[in-house]
């Protein structure tokens, strides 16, 4: 079974730079789309981006397109979240997940997720 383990998160200060790592064991990542997701306190979860098997990127929001950037490495079957210009609104934990489908369908694993706080 597909095991996602998300990485990289912290505390940074407003305008820094952060790479989250979601690392997946037990099956390959090439045959699903990888999604990141956040969510803030008190806030409803909300797509980031997600890369599909075939590389294609999907968006899922205008407030972090130019500011974050999706990878995947296949070779170490982990796909990455480069964040950018971090605002404080920007704060909140971050998840991966797997979606055997599409980037746009539901998604079958989740990883535990990682905190990510921006702050001076």
């Known amino acids: 079974q597909l095991q996602l383990v998300e990485s990289g998160g912290g505390l940074v200060q407003p305008g820094g730079s952060l790479r989250l790592s979601c690392a997946a064991s037990?099956?390959?990542?090439?045959?699903?789309?990888i999604g990141w997701f956040r969510q803030a306190p008190g806030k409803e979860r909300e797509g980031v981006s997600c890369?599909?098997?075939?590389?294609?990127?999907?968006d899922f929001a205008d407030s972090m397109k130019g500011r974050f950037t999706i990878s995947r490495d296949k070779a170490k079957n982990t796909v990455y979240l480069q964040m950018n210009s971090l605002k404080p609104e920007d704060t909140a934990v971050y998840y991966c997940?797997?979606?055997?489908?599409?980037?746009?369908?539901?998604?079958?694993?989740w990883g535990q997720g990682t905190q990510v706080t921006v702050s001076s």
């Open positions: 997940a797997a979606s055997g489908s599409s980037c746009l369908a539901g998604y079958d694993y």
């Open positions: 037990g099956e390959t990542l090439d045959y699903y789309a």
């Open positions: 890369i599909n098997f075939g590389g294609r990127i999907t």
